[in-house]
């Protein structure tokens, strides 16, 4: 289980996150909600040793990874994917996917770049091609896969759908519920909370840096009342296509 505890994440003596208390667990996806400037991105950056916690704990299987390097996270099992997917543009879809699993030894990487491209085949028909010539939507599975490539035990996503045209934001969150349907856990922040809800299993609503709410995405999605309560209707309107 991957549990943060009371994080505090501040920016100088600006506080952005004040006692963020939540789980994830494997094979789930737990969805982070609020509206900009909730605090949601400081957190998962906190979580992965992007940003240092002020305070607080983060523990991976009861493990203690508190401001550990993002790399030494990437050992211990915790992966990030970072909001607007951050690929290498001029090298190829399979050359970002090798990086991805550096981690791990070679035979163990041949293996993980098999499973990769079962699991996401439009990269595997675009291996040889340079990243910055996939679409946004396949820019974001590549960016799935190269964090699949460590074998990590949990996978944080900062807003994967943004920039995606309404057709490509179904498919990149079905293959967020594909890697979690994995036995991965993932703790997910995403803008559209209308298409988020129907691929997680648990939320967390934030607001200035806090959590005001907590439930399970079946609860939420049957009562739009709910997420309509705490983000307004921004939270559930079509998201503008690029």
């Known amino acids: 289980m991957l549990e943060i505890t009371n994080l505090s994440v501040a920016y100088g003596k600006v506080v952005a996150v004040s006692d963020v208390t939540l789980t994830a667990t494997p094979g789930r996806i737990t969805l982070m909600l609020g509206t900009n400037g909730a ?14 916690a002020r305070k607080g704990t983060v523990r991976l299987d009861g493990q203690d990874i508190t401001n550990l390097a993002p790399h030494t996270m990437v050992r211990k099992g915790l992966v990030m994917v970072p909001e607007g997917r951050k690929v290498f543009n001029s090298m190829t879809v ?20 098999a499973e990769t491209y079962e699991m996401f085949p439009i990269l595997s028909d675009r291996r040889l091609l340079a990243a910055g010539l996939l679409s946004g939507g396949e820019q ?9 490539m460590s074998s990590p035990s949990y996978v944080t ?7 995606l045209a309404p057709v490509m934001v179904e ?3 079905a293959s967020a519920r594909k890697i ?25 609503v934030m607001s200035r840096g806090t959590i005001i709410y ?28 690029p």
């Open 39 to 52: 605090g949601k991105t400081s957190s998962l950056c906190a979580i992965a040793g992007v940003l240092p």
């Open 180 to 204: 979690a349907d994995s036995g991965t856990g993932v703790l997910m922040v995403e803008q559209n909370a209308e298409a988020g809800l129907e691929v997680a299993d648990d939320i967390v």
């Open 140 to 148: 974001q599975m590549l960016a799935f896969g190269r964090a699949l």
């Open 171 to 173: 498919q990149v969150l």
């Open 94 to 113: 399979e050359e970002n996917l090798l990086l991805g699993g550096y981690v791990v030894d070679g035979k163990a990487r041949k293996t993980k770049l």
């Open 157 to 163: 996503m900062d807003e994967p759908s943004m920039g």
């Open 214 to 241: 907590r439930g399970s995405a079946l609860e939420a999605s049957s009562d739009s009342s709910i997420l309509r309560a705490f983000l307004g209707d921004i939270a559930l309107a079509e998201p503008t296509q």
